[in-house]
């Protein structure tokens, strides 16, 4: 007797569908797993076999043969434990199989029956929801993963044999409630913006950041306040929209993080000794894709290694990242915004009117020449920060979030209508629709031609004006706003 399940495995953030075949038959009694399974497939039959004796249902004297189809594709991971146990019973006519038609099966077993919570159930469910499949089978503990999905039935358990009584007919499936949408979370609760002291140029930068998309860096001394400036940056983006939170909760359920959609856009903030494959990728997502449609904060950005910048580059063109070899290749979402910070020099006191600093030029040209030119190009705002003064770390903090976020708020709100956030906008935008006006122009050639600015370079401070402008719900940029954006430039003065 064969019976036939479906379960899913993850290539990368997408569920991919196995068939879980079982065949029970005649001959020396053992278990064989087919179909390319990972080693700690293998080690699930020794789950299985106690998961089975714990329901009173041993596994049977025959041959046991589980193949896991299509053979080609890498099944990794516990997840099929409940497939399989379950197709074992079901080719013992514990149950009939037919009730498991429509239905995915996914679930880890501890060895007295008990149910474990496995990485991917939410990818699962939108593939389900993709394909017209109906019913998911779950641990319980993945739940609020997916309780939100519409047209799904779910069967959350705790154990295997809660799920065989159901299956049997022999106790009721309690009903679950689901959710309907996404509650919606930023409250007008005061953030941690509030608590930083001073800083009144870094405080405009992370709204300007906030609002306009652009990419950040921070140029200061140890102590100056670039980490908490850094943090607050995520609760001044306005809340993602469902499909954006769904995308977000995709990655952490495929890491085997919870998997609740929230509308808060995500930190990551990965350490500068990481691995490249940590911080990008390789068979789980990394930290540039935890950071999917919301911040990737990079303290230290020259110590990264080489080949991690040089991929950050990649994925900040295209809001994907392309990891692994020849044969095995994973693509994850990547669509961040980057937040960099590094000392002016290699002690970190250039420019501090109180220490001097001993660096000498070409130490300090080679420090941040390690910014590599096409990151250092899509880096719209670069502030150089202070250490506050003695006075200044004893002042009260000023600024309100609340109007910070409202004023962020408004300004997408007017991006929404031009069609891309202004980090986007191209040289040809401004040519063409006239939105800068006679005196902007006039400021911007010749602050460009006093200084030698790339047009590259102009094209930055037109995004930042213009984001400065939205802020200020001004139409148009004129030179006031350019004048502002000039001080967002501060490694033109470091050259
Ligand atoms: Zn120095």
């Known amino acids: 007797m064969v019976s036939q399940l479906v379960s899913t495995t993850l290539v990368g953030v997408e569920a991919r569908f196995v068939r879980v075949e079982v065949d029970l038959a005649t001959g020396l009694p053992g278990v064989h797993v087919v179909g390319l399974p990972d080693t700690a497939v293998g080690e699930s039959i020794h789950r299985v076999r106690s998961a089975l004796r714990s329901v009173e249902k041993p596994l049977p004297p025959r041959r046991v043969t589980v193949n896991l189809a299509p053979g080609d594709l890498r099944k990794e991971g516990p997840r099929f434990d409940l497939a399989i146990a379950l197709g074992v019973l079901g080719a013992g006519q514990h149950f009939p199989p037919e009730s498991l038609e429509d239905s995915v099966v996914l679930g880890e077993l501890s060895l007295d029956g008990g149910l474990r919570p496995v ?20 641990p319980q503990e993945n739940l609020a993963e997916v309780i939100w999905v519409e047209g799904l039935e779910l069967w959350p358990a705790a154990s295997l044999g809660q799920l065989l ?26 953030g941690r913006l ?28 140890p102590g100056c306040g670039k ?21 977000v909760a995709a990655v952490r359920s495929a890491l085997g993080q919870s998997g609740v959609p ?19 990728g390789g068979q789980l997502p990394g930290e540039v894709s935890r ?20 991929g950050l580059r990649t994925a900040m063109e295209s809001g994907w990242v392309e990891v ?32 001097p600093c001993g660096c000498p030029l070409a130490r300090r040209k080679a420090y941040l020449g390690k910014l590599s030119g096409p ?56 040519q063409e629709t006239g939105e800068v006006d006679a005196d902007g122009w006039d400021f911007l050639f010749d602050y460009a031609t006093r200084n030698q600015l790339s047009a590259r370079a102009m094209e930055k401070l037109l995004r930042v004006a213009r984001t400065l402008a939205d802020l200020g719900d001004r139409p148009s940029v004129g030179d006031d706003e350019l004048g502002q954006a000039v001080h967002f430039r501060c490694l033109d003065r470091f050259e």
């Open 165 to 190: 009584g159901w299956l049997r007919g022999e106790s009721r499936r309690p009903p679950v409630a689901v959710a309907r949408a996404l509650a919606p979370l930023k409250t007008d609760a005061p």
């Open 291 to 310: 950071a999917h449609r919301g911040v990737l904060f990079l303290d230290e950005v020259t110590e990264f290694a080489r080949d991690s910048l040089e």
């Open 119 to 138: 990485r991917g159930v939410l990818n699962t469910a939108l593939a389900m929801r993709e394909k017209g499949l109906r019913r998911l089978l779950l």
């Open 324 to 355: 692994g070899r020849a044969r095995q290749r994973w693509r994850y979402p990547a669509r961040f915004q980057l937040v960099a910070a590094c000392n002016p020099c290699p002690c970190g006191f250039f420019g501090d009117p109180l220490r």
């Open 375 to 430: 990151i250092r190009d899509r880096l719209d705002l670069q502030v150089l920060l202070a250490r506050p003064g003695a006075r200044e770390c004893w002042a009260l903090p000023q600024g309100d979030s609340r109007l910070s976020r409202q004023r962020v708020a408004g300004a997408r709100l007017r991006q929404k209508e031009r069609g891309c956030l202004n980090r986007d906008l191209s040289r040809a935008f401004f």
């Open 227 to 247: 980490t908490l400036l850094s943090r607050c940056l995520p609760e001044l983006i306005p809340d993602l929209a469902e499909g954006e939170a769904v995308e």
């Open 262 to 280: 929230e509308r808060a856009a995500p930190l990551a903030e990965p350490h500068c000794r990481i691995s490249a494959t940590a911080l990008l």
């Open 194 to 221: 509030d608590e930083v002291v001073g800083q009144p140029m870094g405080r405009l930068a992370l709204e300007v950041a906030a609002a306009g998309g652009h990419h950040l860096l921070w140029v200061g001394p």
